[in-house]
C-alpha cells in the first residue's frame, strides 16, 4: 500500500537542483505567469522554444525550415532577430529560441491568445516551451513530459513497480536489491573497538608493510585533535570521520582500500583485501534497496524508505496527519483508509515501537505470532476456522492480554479459533477447554474433560484443573546458587531495541534473562553474545571470524570459557 500510496499521489524532486518534476500543460503554464504578475495589471512577454536542432541540417536549412512553419523571429544572445533580413552568418544552433508571439497580458484579459500561442510553443518545441518576461528579463521553461525544466533530465513517472526492491525495475542496480553488497567490513578492520589507534584498533595497519599509514595519522594526530589513546567507541563523529574518509593530510581507511583496490591484479593484494570483506551497507542506495528515482519521489518531504524506517507508531501518526490536496486526498482516500487500518492493527497489538524496515528473521517468537494474527484480523474474514498451535510460546506473561484479545477479535468477526494451549490465562479466557490424558503416551488420548474453565476447577480427576485450582503446585527451590564468580561483561549494546546497556552475566550460575516481549533479549543473547563470542574464541576459522556481530562497544571475561553453543527453535538436524 505504501508503493501505491507513492506512485499515486508521490512528488518527484529533481536529484540535482531539487525543483519539483511535473508534466506541465497550458493552463498550468497561464496559472504560473498569473502567480508570477504579483500586483502588475499587464506584463510583456516572449512565447518561444528552443530550436529543434537536425543534425545533418545547416543553420540556413534550419532558418528556412523555420520561415516555412510561420515562424519569423528568433532570440539569440538576448538579440532578437528578423528571418526575413539578414541575420548573423556565425550563430550556435543551441542558442537560438524561436519566439512563437510577443504580447502584452492583462490579468483580467482575454487568455485565448496566449494560450493557442503555448500551445503551438510546445507542439513545435518538442513538448518544451519557453515564457520571457521582458520587465525583469525573467525565464520561466515548461515542458510536457515528466522532466526537470531546468536540468532537462528525463524522469521516470511513479509506477508501483518503481518501489519494489523485488522487481527489477525498482531494484537497486548496485545490490539487486538486497540492501547490502560486498565490500569492506569496518568490524574486520576494526574488530576490538575497545582498543585506541595507537594500540593497534585498525588492524590493516598494524602489518610493517603499511605501518607508514598508521604513523602519517600520529603525526597529523595533533594538529587535528585526533585522540590516539582512548578507546575506539569513545572517539566523536568528527575523529572517526577523518580517520575514515581521511583529508587533505591524512589517508584514510577508505582511500587505503582504494589504492589496494587499483592493485588488486595482484594476487597477495586480493588474498590481502579478503580478510577484510564482508556484506556492508550498499554505498550507492544507503540500504534502502531501490534506485535513486523512487528515492527521490516524496510526500510531505519524504520518501518511501524515510517512512519505513520509522516505527509503527511514528508511521500510524504521519499517515493520520498527512498534509496533501483535495484532489490527491480523493486518488488516495481508498488506499490512506487500507494503510491507516493495518497500521492501526500492528499498533493495538503492541508492536508500535518496531520498525517497518526490520526483517522477520530478527524479530522474537512473541513478535512474530502477533504480527501474524494481525495479518488474519487485517483480512476481516467471516465464518473461518483458526488453528494455533502454543501461540503464547515466546511471550511474556504481560503480553498474552494482547494476544488473547486478538483472538477475541477474531472469534467476535465470526470465526471459529481452536488453540493448543498450556497457558493458564488463556484457558481463563476460553469459551469451551477440552482437557486430553490423563497421562501422556499409552497412558494419554482420552477426554478428561469438556466444560468451561470453573467447571474444570472442581473436576478431581483432571491433572490440569488440581494446578489451575491450587490443590497442586510447583515448589520453588530452597536453596540457590551464591558466591562469587568470574562474569562476562558486555558493554554498550545498542543493537534494535537495546538502549546502549552494559550487562553483567556471572559464569557457573543457572540465569535468565526475561522482560516483555520485543524488550531486547533475543538481541542481547543472540545477536551480541552468542556471535560476538564465537568471533573472539574461533578468530583463527575463517567462516567464524566473518560473523556478524550486533552493535556493541566490547565484551570481556570470555577467557573464561572454552567454547559456546546455542541451542534455539530451530528444528533440529536443519
Not at 518527484?12 to 508570477?36: A, P
Not at 562476562?488 to 543457572?510: C, E, H, M, R
Request: aromatic share 10%; with cysteine.
Amino acid at each position: 500500500y505504501f508503493r501505491l500510496l507513492f506512485s499515486r499521489i508521490g512528488k518527484t524532486f529533481c536529484f540535482k537542483c531539487g525543483k519539483l518534476v511535473q508534466r506541465d500543460s497550458v493552463n498550468t503554464v497561464l496559472e504560473k505567469i498569473i502567480s508570477e504578475m504579483n500586483n502588475k495589471e499587464e506584463i510583456k512577454l516572449y512565447v518561444m522554444f528552443s530550436l529543434q536542432v537536425h543534425p545533418k541540417a545547416t543553420l540556413d536549412q534550419e532558418i528556412d525550415n523555420l520561415r516555412k512553419q510561420g515562424f519569423f523571429r528568433i532570440l539569440c544572445k538576448g538579440k532578437v532577430l528578423d528571418l526575413n533580413e539578414k541575420f548573423p552568418a556565425k550563430m550556435c544552433k543551441s542558442d537560438i529560441m524561436v519566439i512563437v508571439d510577443r504580447l502584452i497580458f492583462r490579468k483580467n484579459g482575454n487568455t485565448s491568445r496566449l494560450a493557442e500561442s503555448v500551445e503551438t510553443a510546445f507542439k513545435s518545441g518538442g513538448g518544451r516551451a519557453v515564457i520571457k518576461f521582458l520587465d525583469d528579463s525573467k525565464d520561466l521553461s515548461f515542458s510536457q513530459n515528466f522532466e526537470c525544466t531546468d536540468c532537462k533530465i528525463v524522469y521516470e513517472p511513479p509506477d508501483p513497480r518503481l518501489f519494489s526492491f523485488n522487481s527489477p525495475f525498482g531494484a537497486c542496480p548496485t545490490c539487486q536489491g538486497f540492501g547490502r553488497s560486498v565490500g569492506i567490513d569496518l568490524n574486520l578492520v576494526i574488530p576490538d573497538r575497545t582498543k585506541s589507534i595507537s594500540k593497534g584498533a585498525i588492524v590493516p595497519w598494524m602489518t610493517p608493510k603499511w605501518k607508514n599509514y598508521l604513523d602519517k595519522l600520529i603525526e597529523y594526530a595533533g594538529i587535528y585533535n585526533i585522540r590516539l589513546d582512548v578507546p575506539f567507541y569513545d572517539l566523536t563523529e568528527r575523529e572517526v570521520d577523518i580517520v575514515l574518509n581521511g583529508n587533505e593530510s591524512i589517508k584514510g581507511v577508505y582511500s587505503f582500500f582504494n589504492y589496494l583496490e587499483s592493485k588488486s591484479y595482484k594476487i597477495h593484494y586480493r588474498y590481502f583485501l579478503s580478510r577484510f570483506r564482508g556484506y556492508t551497507t550498499c554505498p550507492a542506495c544507503q540500504g534502502a534497496r531501490l534506485r535513486t528515482e523512487a528515492l527521490i519521489v516524496k510526500i510531505n518531504q519524504k520518501n518511501i524508505f524515510d517512512l519505513v524506517r520509522m516505527s509503527i507508531s511514528d508511521a500510524y501518526s504521519f499517515i493520520n496527519n498527512i498534509q496533501i490536496s483535495s484532489f490527491d486526498a480523493k486518488v488516495a482516500d481508498k488506499i490512506l483508509n487500507e494503510l491507516k487500518n493495518r497500521l492501526r492493527f500492528l499498533n493495538d497489538i503492541g508492536v508500535s515501537y518496531l520498525t517497518l524496515d526490520r526483517l522477520m528473521s530478527t524479530l522474537s517468537g512473541g513478535e512474530v505470532q502477533r504480527i501474524n494474527l494481525a495479518t488474519s484480523l487485517g483480512s476481516a474474514l467471516v465464518g473461518s476456522m483458526y488453528i494455533l498451535d502454543e501461540p503464547s510460546i515466546g511471550l511474556h506473561p504481560h503480553d498474552n492480554n494482547k494476544l488473547i484479545s486478538i483472538l477475541k477479535s477474531l472469534r467476535d468477526l465470526g470465526n471459529t479459533v481452536i488453540v493448543v494451549e498450556h497457558d493458564a490465562e488463556m484457558m481463563r479466557n476460553a469459551d469451551i477447554i477440552v482437557d486430553l490424558g490423563p497421562g501422556a503416551g499409552a497412558n494419554g488420548g482420552n477426554i478428561v474433560f469438556k466444560g468451561t474453565y470453573d467447571e474444570l476447577l472442581k473436576k478431581n480427576n483432571s491433572l490440569t484443573g488440581k494446578y489451575l485450582s491450587g490443590k497442586l503446585k510447583i515448589e520453588f527451590p530452597s536453596n540457590r546458587r551464591s558466591g562469587k564468580s568470574n562474569s562476562i561483561v558486555i558493554k554498550g549494546a545498542s543493537q534494535y531495541n537495546l538502549k546502549n546497556i552494559d550487562v553483567t552475566i556471572p559464569l557457573n550460575k543457572f540465569v535468565c534473562i526475561t522482560g516483555v516481549s520485543g524488550s531486547g533479549k533475543s538481541t542481547l543473547v543472540m545477536d551480541i553474545l552468542y556471535p560476538a563470542l564465537k568471533k573472539l574464541k574461533n578468530a583463527s576459522i575463517p567462516e567464524d571470524n566473518h560473523i556478524e556481530v550486533g552493535k556493541v562497544k566490547s565484551i570481556t571475561g570470555f577467557e573464561f570459557i572454552t567454547d559456546i553453543e546455542l541451542v534455539d527453535q530451530s528444528p533440529i538436524g536443519r
